[in-house]
T-cell receptor, first 111, second 115 residues
Framework: DQQVKQNSPSLSVQEGRISILNCDYTNSMFDYFLWYKKYPAEGPTFLIS?????DKNEDGRFTVFLNKSAKHLSLHIVPSQPGDSAVYFCAGSSNTGKLIFGQGTTLQVKP | DAGVIQSPRHEVTEMGQEVTLRCKPISGHNSLFWYRQTMMRGLELLIY????????DSGMPEDRFSAKMPNASFSTLKIQPSEPRDSAVYFCASSRGQGVKNIQYFGAGTRLSVL
C-alpha cells in the first residue's frame, strides 16, 4: 500500500548532463509534494517543493514538475554536479503536516 | 544553531533487549516526528507530536514500540522487546509548525542493529 513510489532505486549520469528522478503517487488527497536529499550518515534535508495547484517549480538548478492527471512528479537537475550524488526522496502530504515518503533513488553523478 | 540532535548514533543490541532512542528538537519547533528508514520501505513515519501531544501514531508497527515527549526539548522512542526486524535507521525531525509548508529538519539518525 505504498502511496508514494520511486520505481528506480538508482540512477547514474555524467557531470553536466541532466538528472531526472521520477516519483508516482496514488493518494488523490495529496496537495503538496516535496523532495528531500540525503547524504550518507546524515539526515535528509529539504530540497524543493510544489503545491498541487502548480505544475512546475524551479529553484536554481532544480526543477520539479507535477502531472496531476498522471499522479506523477519528477525532479530535474541541470546541470548535474558530483556534489549532487545522494539519495533523493519524494514525499506527498495532504496538508496535515504528515509526509508520506517514497523508497528513495540513489543518484550518482560521475565526473 | 544546533540542529536536531539524536543519540546514540549507533546502537547494537541483542534480541529481547530494550532500546531507547533519544531526540532533542530544534529550539522553538513545536512539531516532532519519528521516522524509520529501511531499504524496502524507504522513510516511514512512525509517530508525530504537536506541542508535546501525540497526534498520529498510526505508523507505529506494534505495541513493542512506544514514544514519549515529556517536554518541548526531548523525546524518546522505545522498543521493548527488540527484534532483528527492527534493525533500521531511525530519524527524528522537527518543524516550526504542524502544516506541511513548515519544513521538517532531520537529525543524523540512529542506526539500530538487533542481533
Amino acid at each position: 500500500d505504498q502511496q508514494v513510489k520511486q520505481n528506480s532505486p538508482s540512477l547514474s549520469v555524467q557531470e553536466g548532463r541532466i538528472s531526472i528522478l521520477n516519483c508516482d503517487y496514488t493518494n488523490s488527497m495529496f496537495d503538496y509534494f516535496l523532495w528531500y536529499k540525503k547524504y550518507p550518515a546524515e539526515g535528509p534535508t529539504f530540497l524543493i517543493s510544489i503545491s498541487s495547484i502548480k505544475d512546475k517549480n524551479e529553484d536554481g538548478r532544480f526543477t520539479v514538475f507535477l502531472n496531476k492527471s498522471a499522479k506523477h512528479l519528477s525532479l530535474h537537475i541541470v546541470p548535474s554536479q558530483p556534489g549532487d550524488s545522494a539519495v533523493y526522496f519524494c514525499a506527498g502530504s495532504s496538508n496535515t503536516g504528515k509526509l508520506i515518503f517514497g523508497q528513495g533513488t540513489t543518484l550518482q553523478v560521475k565526473p | 544553531d544546533a540542529g536536531v540532535i539524536q543519540s546514540p548514533r549507533h546502537e547494537v543490541t541483542e534480541m529481547g533487549q530494550e532500546v531507547t532512542l533519544r531526540c532533542k528538537p530544534i529550539s522553538g519547533h513545536n512539531s516532532l516526528f519519528w521516522y524509520r528508514q529501511t531499504m524496502m520501505r524507504g522513510l516511514e513515519l512512525l509517530i508525530y507530536f504537536n506541542n508535546n501531544v501525540p497526534i498520529d501514531d498510526s505508523g507505529m508497527p506494534e505495541d513493542r514500540f512506544s514514544a514519549k515527549m515529556p517536554n518541548a526539548s526531548f523525546s524518546t522512542l522505545k522498543i521493548q522487546p527488540s527484534e532483528p526486524r527492527d534493525s533500521a535507521v531511525y530519524f527524528c525531525a522537527s518543524s516550526r509548525g504542524q502544516g506541511v509548508k513548515n519544513i521538517q529538519y532531520f537529525g543524523a539518525g540512529t542506526r539500530l542493529s538487533v542481533l
